[in-house]
Each structure stands twice: as C-alpha cells, then as structure tokens.
C-alpha cells in the first residue's frame, strides 16, 4: 500500500448509489499475491452459554463482546415478531446457527455473523421487549423475560451457543476471505460492514466523522449511512488518494477493488491521529470544492440532452466511480483559490459533453469499473476537464 508523500499515511440506502458493473468475478482474483501461510489461518471452537454471553456483553474487562453499536444494522431486525421466535427457539431448546467473531489484540469479540441474533437475545434479557407472534408457547405473548416462569428462564441461560473465534493473528486478507465466505445471516453483510465490524475505535470514530462532515452531505445531498454505503464512498476516496499520482497519473492498483479497499482499511487502522486529520482536511476540500463546482449534481452522471432541455436535469443516484476521481482530482485544488471563479454551469457542461462525444469515458463509469484501464481513462479525462475549465476561467 502506497502512501501518499503528503501524508507520510432496509434498504433505502441503496437507491443513493447508481449500479456498476464491476469486472466478472474481480473479487475473487487473488492471482497477482502470494499464497498465505494455511498455518497462520486460526479458527478456535469455544462453546458458551447464553447466560455466559450476557455477561461478556455487559462486563468491561477481560473477553469482553461488543456488538458494535455503532454498525446501524439493527433496523434490519426491527420486527418483534421476528425477534420472538429466535427466543422461542431457545425456549424450545431448539439449536440456533453458529456465530463468527473476531477476537482483537485485546482479546475482545466482535461479532461479525450472527450479530442481529447476538443483539436479539441481549436486548431479550435486558427486558428491552416482549413476545409476540408466538406459534408454539403462545401463553408466553406479551411477556419480557423478567415476567417468564422460571423454567423458560432457565433453558434460554443454559442454551449451549456455538462460537466460531478467528484469531487476530490470523492474515488481514484472509480475514476477511473468511468472513465473506461464512456471511450466512437472513441479511448478509455487505464489504464495508464486514470491515467495519474489525476495526479500532479511531477508524470508526475518523469515518464516523467524515460521513458528518457538512461538506460531505452538501456534495452527496444529504447521503445517510444505513448500510455504510457513504462510509464505503469515503474509503474508496482514501484508497486512491494514497495511491495515485497527480503529477504523472500513475495509479497504483490491482484488479479486485474489495482486495483493494480491505488492504487500504488494514492501513488506515494503523495511521496516526494526525495523519488521519490530514486525510481529513483533504477530503473536506475535495467535498467543499465538489458542491461549488457541480452543485447538487456532483458525482451524478449528467447526459448533454438532459442539459439542453428547458426542464430541470432529474437527479439521479451517486456514481461511485466518478465520486472517487472527480473527489481526488479536486482535492489537489484549493477551495480559497477556486471559490470565486464562478464555472459551476461550465463544469457540469463539459463533463457531459465529453461524456456524449467519448464513449470509452462513458462507458468507463457503467461497465468494467474494477478494471484498471477504465479506472485510468476516469482520472485522466476528469483531470483533463477540471483543469480546461478553472485554467480558461482565471
């Protein structure tokens, strides 16, 4: 992983982000890296009672689990009833899937499959709601788990949970090969939750940030975070950043963007506090200079027709690709320099007018996005087109 010279570092979420179609089986391409060490792969079995869990969850010493607060997953199991019959299951004594957790440096669990079911059982005997929807122990409707006779109480505490403990000696990237290949829950993470759920505390803090920057939801008009899209956005900034160069236009990267973006997440947790305010500062003038040069139509791909109609363009999803090099390529501009120039209207014209006329740029955006050539044809013409425009307006 390169690092930049100046660093020395439900649902309704989905509609925000225009579909790509990324390179045929990219994420699986593993061809350009060395085997890893199969011994040096450790994946522990440790049994524990669900009374056991509850206690790891609530102490604050020693192996401690933490279901991540913070992972804005949980209006995916909103309904009770559903919650209900994972707790009848267990008053039934019926076995329920195995789990996945992380254990970090500091021997602390984070979930990562079966969180939505881990959640559930805590909440339950945290007397957070009751039962409802029952379809075998129907008396028990309506009751939380304070309010249970005593046996039913009994058997969900002595319930036997399977948990599978990957070891954090374990290889990033095989890391998270295994917790793509065993993302079995009724709704499976996607990459960035999976990353998500083994980072440190600053990195979810640095990114938490950044998706509240006002330059942010100014650019991205008003994106929200439920599935961690806008967090994966913001990676896909830091990734390029660190691995491009402005000056020559090389960009350092192999094909298999999520291989990519896992490797840069592993960096990013290492960084200092002062190197992640520098990527900070960065991306909140590529953001401020994003909104003055495209307005509300930044990042969102803009036909010449829709331009030259007397109706107001339709504002359509975020393009992810040209969200990272149109960002990258505005953060070497300075929003002092730039604020003045008054080129908004020219900027979005000439976009999607090299758009109509250059149908490798076009396509570049929709189709092979993974791959490193289209990658190359977004920032060279982007930066060709942002240059043009603030040149000729100075």
């Not at 007397?127 to 249970?148: I, M, P, V």
């Not at 009724?186 to 920057?213: C, H, M, W, Y």
């Not at 990676?235 to 350092?252: C, K, Q």
């Not at 960096?267 to 200079?289: C, G, T, V, W």
Request: glycine share 4%; hydrophobic share 35%.
């Amino acid at each position: 992983m390169s690092i930049n010279n100046e660093l020395d570092i439900d649902w309704e979420n989905e509609s925000q982000i225009e579909e790509e179609e990324e390179d045929v089986n990219e994420d699986n391409d593993r061809s350009d890296e060395k085997p890893f060490d199969a011994d040096r792969i450790r994946v522990d079995v440790k049994p524990i009672s669900v009374h056991q869990m509850f206690q790891m969850i609530e102490t604050k010493d020693g192996g401690q689990i933490n279901l991540n607060p913070d992972f804005q997953r949980r209006k995916v199991w909103k309904e009770r009833k559903r919650k209900s019959l994972l707790i009848e299951s267990l008053m039934l004594r019926i076995p329920i899937p195995v789990f996945y957790v992380y254990e970090d440096e500091e021997t602390v669990w984070h979930v990562v499959d079966g969180l939505q079911r881990m959640s559930t059982m805590y909440e339950f005997m945290k007397d957070e709601f009751s039962l409802t929807g029952l379809q075998y122990l129907t008396n028990n409707n309506g009751k939380k788990f304070s309010e249970l006779d005593q046996k039913y109480k009994n058997r969900i505490n002595t319930t036997t949970l399977t948990i599978n403990v990957i070891d954090s000696l374990t290889p990033p990237q095989v890391k998270y090969d295994i917790f793509r290949r065993i993302n079995t829950g009724g709704v499976p993470l996607n990459s960035q939750e999976i990353r998500n759920s083994t980072a440190n505390k600053n990195t979810r803090d640095f990114f938490k940030a950044l998706v509240s920057l006002e330059s942010f939801q100014l650019a991205t008009n008003s994106m929200n975070d439920l599935r961690m899209q806008a967090q994966e956005l913001i990676l896909r900034f830091i990734a390029f950043y660190l691995n491009y160069n402005f000056e020559t236009g090389e960009i350092l990267y192999k094909k298999g963007m999520d291989g990519f973006l896992d490797k840069t997440y592993e960096a990013i947790n290492r960084l200092s506090i002062m190197d992640l305010d520098k990527i900070n500062k960065k991306f909140d003038n590529a953001m401020k200079n994003s909104y003055l040069l495209f307005d509300k139509y930044a990042f969102r791909r803009i036909t010449y027709k829709e331009l030259n109609n007397n109706n107001e363009p339709k504002l359509k999803p975020i393009n992810k690709s040209l969200f990272t090099c149109t960002s990258i390529i505005l953060a070497y501009y300075e929003y002092e320099e730039i604020k003045d120039l008054n080129i908004s209207d020219k900027m979005i014209k000439k976009l999607a007018s090299e758009m109509a006329i250059n149908k490798d740029f076009e396509e570049s955006f929709s189709k092979g996005t993974g791959d490193l050539s289209r990658i190359k044809t977004q920032f060279k013409l982007t930066k060709k087109i942002v240059k043009e425009v603030i040149e000729n307006a100075k």
